[in-house]
T-cell receptor, first 114, second 113 residues
């Protein structure tokens, strides 16, 4: 158990809908990262938040947005969903205290868009 | 743009044999990570390699990093069935605290009894 919690574990929805994925980082970790894993694209970095502020952006679509709240949990919002958005979405956190940069991943949220 | 390539993509090997997975990356970095993923599961951190020449070992797995060659290897010794999984290397750019990891394609390892 990495200590990173993600909900829901599974989600099935229809095209055009909107969903929210939630992540709680390990206790004390200030950074949260979102990754998307799909068969055709592999593991893709989406976005990073540090202590409530966006720090880095990757291949995140404009239909997707994220935020990190004062209690450090994060949410990834996916809207106008398309079939191609079906994937496993991982959240990760890091100690971010000058250590080794190791990321700890949650169990993921599997999104299926029908 | 940083590119990370792993080979082989698929590896089927018999129990008791040795093999090596290779991870090449395209731009300078001195931080490389290895992860293991079981089907449909999370990514488990295996090794953190932070300098040229770094070597880490855990059980039947050993990882090394050559930053000059931009190459990391994951060596499996006397494979056992429990090691069947997909293995990813990931390379970090930027300073600590900005772990925008770029992942390789993964190597799906199957150990045959």
């Amino acid at each position: 158990d990495s200590g990173v919690t993600q909900t829901p574990k599974h989600l099935i929805t229809a095209t055009g809908q909107r969903v929210t994925l939630r992540c709680s980082p390990r206790s004390g970790d200030l950074s949260v990262y979102w990754y998307q894993q799909s068969l055709d694209q592999g593991l893709q970095f989406l976005i990073q938040y540090y202590n409530g502020e966006e720090r880095a952006k990757g291949n995140i679509l404009e239909r997707f947005s994220a935020q990190q709240f004062p209690d450090l949990h994060s949410e990834l919002n996916l809207s106008s969903l398309e079939l191609g958005d079906s994937a496993l979405y991982f959240c990760a956190s890091s100690a971010d205290r000058g250590l080794n940069g190791e990321l700890f991943f949650g169990e993921g949220s599997r999104l299926t868009v029908l | 743009e940083l590119k990370v390539e792993q080979n082989p993509l698929f590896l089927s090997m018999q129990e008791g044999k040795n093999y090596t997975i290779y991870c090449n990356y395209s731009t300078t970095s001195d931080r490389l990570y290895w992860y293991r993923q079981d089907p449909g599961k999370s990514l488990e951190s295996l090794f953190v390699l932070l300098s040229n020449g770094a070597v880490k070992q855990e059980g039947r797995l050993m990882a090394s990093l050559d930053t000059k060659a931009r190459l990391s290897t994951l060596h499996i010794t006397a494979a056992v069935h429990d090691l069947s999984a997909t293995y990813f290397c990931a390379v970090a750019r930027g300073n600590f605290g900005n772990e925008k990891l770029t992942f390789g394609t993964g190597t799906r390892l199957t150990i045959i009894p």
